[in-house]
């Protein structure tokens, strides 16, 4: 029996996607564990692997299309002696790049602001529009899963073959995953997934947010060129509203002295090898090293926010905030604690370098407890940053400068960093924040204090 290929979901937060590319035709024969496509999110390029034999019988999503719904079919999946020229499920409508259109001779008047419907969960497909991977003859060692279920079980450190599957023909789906982790209620995993949107909506009809008015309203048609939002600025701008109206901030601002972590660095820099195993250590790898030392100090600070419960990490995770010009994304350093200072700068350029590429998997994003944003290279003295939940706290990073300071009651010189950090106040209390910034500006102080 036919099949549709549906759009994967490929990160917890994904609602729609871009198909950027088709990797088969129509008639082509393929088998579990080919690429079929690479579909474009907000965050990544990412593969598409069949999940089921058969021959590709028709495509309905043509390559480029943009704003394809998650489990909307982009393809038809035809078994063994079935026909392609039978008629095929209808595909879901999506958004192309808008064609540019002559100026109205007369500028008509700017539409209201649409009063947002409520995001609905997307339903799970019927099994008959479902491709599934069924075992052979009930012998098979293999586990069919979906991708989204192998990825949150690897994260919860759930053996997928103990769980059973509940999808079509047995098959691993993330409700199951969830549900074998038997720690109660999961966190909100970011914005957009249907718990968030739920918990977002009924929060904010509490708190009484009311949508601002269409910027078009305020500007004549004519005086600007609009610029349709791509999925990474839709994302951001939903998270970080989400992020501010929800998560009750609060910061605190202590300035570093960082004379002596400029002299280490330099003494550092000149010391490494020509060619293989060169390095060059920025202000930023020390700043995170100090960030990880003090987190596993203070567990309190290492953590997240669920209804039911704190969760305490175990690792220091840290996201650094990349800027891709436009856009902006957070990958992480994991196991941070346990770094040095040269792997930790290796891994935060290549990070960068393949966020700006757009090759970042899910996993090189996802399961942070801390982020660190530097806008000192840009000269910002000092700013507030905007917590990325499920994190908790967020260090703002501003440039070192010369100031005059008071030592042993004279005036002096001395480059001094200002650093602010945004916290959650439902998981990290004032004083527990100002313990965490004290030890800190310890470490980066003095950087010989991180080896005791």
Request: proline share 8%; with cysteine; glycine share 8%.
């Amino acid at each position: 029996m036919s099949t549709n290929i549906l759009m994967p979901a490929l990160s917890p937060t994904m609602e729609e996607g871009k198909l950027a590319k088709w990797h088969v035709k129509e008639g082509d024969a393929v088998k579990a564990g080919d690429i079929l496509a690479e579909i474009e999110t907000d965050k990544a390029t990412m593969e598409f692997e069949a999940i089921d034999e058969g021959r590709i019988g028709k495509i309905l999503v043509p390559e480029g299309a943009e704003g394809v719904k998650v489990n909307a079919p982009i393809a038809v999946l035809l078994g063994e002696g079935e026909d392609a020229n039978a008629p095929a499920p209808k595909a879901a409508a999506v958004k192309s790049e808008p064609p540019k259109a002559a100026a109205p001779k007369q500028a008509p008047a700017a539409p209201p602001l649409p009063v947002p419907a409520k995001a609905q969960p997307v339903p799970a497909p019927a099994p008959a529009q479902t491709a599934a991977r069924p075992s052979a003859n009930g012998h098979s060692a293999r586990i069919f899963a979906s991708p989204l279920a192998k990825r949150i079980a690897q994260m919860s450190g759930v053996d997928l073959a103990g769980v059973q599957g509940s999808g079509p023909r047995g098959r691993i789906v993330k409700s199951d995953v969830e549900a074998a982790k038997q720690k109660g209620p999961s966190p909100m995993m970011g914005e957009g997934g249907p718990k968030d949107r739920k918990g977002v909506e009924q929060q904010s009809a509490i708190a009484g947010i009311t949508p601002l008015p269409d910027a078009r309203l305020f500007y004549k048609q004519g005086d600007y060129e609009e610029v349709p939002h791509d999925s990474m600025r839709r994302t951001i701008a939903r998270r970080l509203t989400s992020a501010k109206s929800l998560v009750p901030h609060y910061y605190l601002t202590v300035d570093c002295d960082i004379g002596a972590l400029m002299e280490v660095r330099a003494r550092l820099n000149e010391k490494s090898p020509k060619g293989e195993g060169a390095y060059k250590l920025s202000i930023n790898d020390f700043v995170m090293k100090a960030a990880a030392m003090a987190m596993m100090k203070h567990p309190d600070v290492n953590a997240s926010w669920t209804d039911t419960a704190l969760l305490k990490h175990k690792n220091a995770n840290i996201g650094v905030a990349v800027d891709l010009n436009p856009g902006l994304i957070t990958p992480i350093v994991f196991h941070a604690e346990e770094k040095g200072l040269v792997a930790i700068s290796n891994e935060v350029k290549s990070l960068a370098e393949r966020a700006k590429n757009k090759k970042l998997k899910p996993s090189d994003y996802e399961g942070g407890a801390f982020s660190i944003s530097n806008l000192g290279m840009f000269g910002m003295k000092q700013f507030t940053a905007i917590i990325n939940p499920p994190q908790s706290a967020i260090l703002a990073i501003g440039a070192g400068e010369q100031r005059p300071v008071v030592k042993n009651g004279q005036i002096v010189p001395a480059t001094i960093m200002t650093v602010t950090m945004g916290c959650d106040h439902r998981v990290i209390d004032g004083a527990t924040g100002a313990r965490f910034l004290g030890t800190f500006k310890t470490y980066v102080e003095e950087p010989a204090s991180m080896l005791l």
